[in-house]
Each structure stands twice: as structure tokens, then as C-alpha cells.
């Protein structure tokens, strides 16, 4: 069964539903970034790690500023298999995560 992605917008508007949610699972739209973590205030700060099955990025700088400055508290985003995709090296940009330089 082929899932629809949700947008990194669907993802925060869920989150906002989801007060306690740690370990989501989910298929992101990470091509067609919706959001700007600069103008956006929203910071969801009990997510550890975001699964995000097989999505494909396009812009990986924009990606990871999304991730870690709206989820601080992520450690990592995966699973592993997927690093052709992308998420590897968001994984290892860590320099736009909140506190590191």
C-alpha cells in the first residue's frame, strides 16, 4: 500500500496534536520544503528520533536547519539504509542543531 508523504507543515500540525510523541514514523515530503524554521516559532521539544522511511531530499541545508532547530531534542534521523537519500549527511550536520556551533 503506497503511503502519501506528509509535508514537514502536516508533520508540525500533527505534533501539535501530539503533545508526548518520541518515536514517529513517517513518510515526509522532503523535496517540496513548506516551511521556514526562521519564521516559524514552533519548537517540539519531546521528539528523540524521527523515522522517515524512504523520503528523498533536495535541498539538505534547508532539511536540517527544519530539523534541528524546530526538534531540538532529535539525535538522529534515520533509519541507517536510507543514506542515499540524503539523511546521512543531515545526520552529520549537526553545526545547525540549537546550542552547537
Partial sequence: ???PP???RGLFAALRH???LEYPQVYINAVNVDIDPEAESF???YLAELDV???RI???DAVTRIVYSMLPRIAHVGPDRIRLLGWKEV???KSW???ES
Wanted: proline share 4%.
Fill in 18 to 20: 501530539c503533545p508526548h
Fill in 58 to 60: 533536495r535541498n539538505i
Fill in 97 to 99: 542543531r540549537c546550542g
Fill in 43 to 45: 519548537r517540539y521539544t
Fill in 91 to 93: 545526520n552529520e550536520l
Fill in 1 to 3: 500500500m503506497d503511503r
Fill in 53 to 55: 522511511c524512504s523520503a
Fill in 6 to 8: 506528509v509535508t514537514f
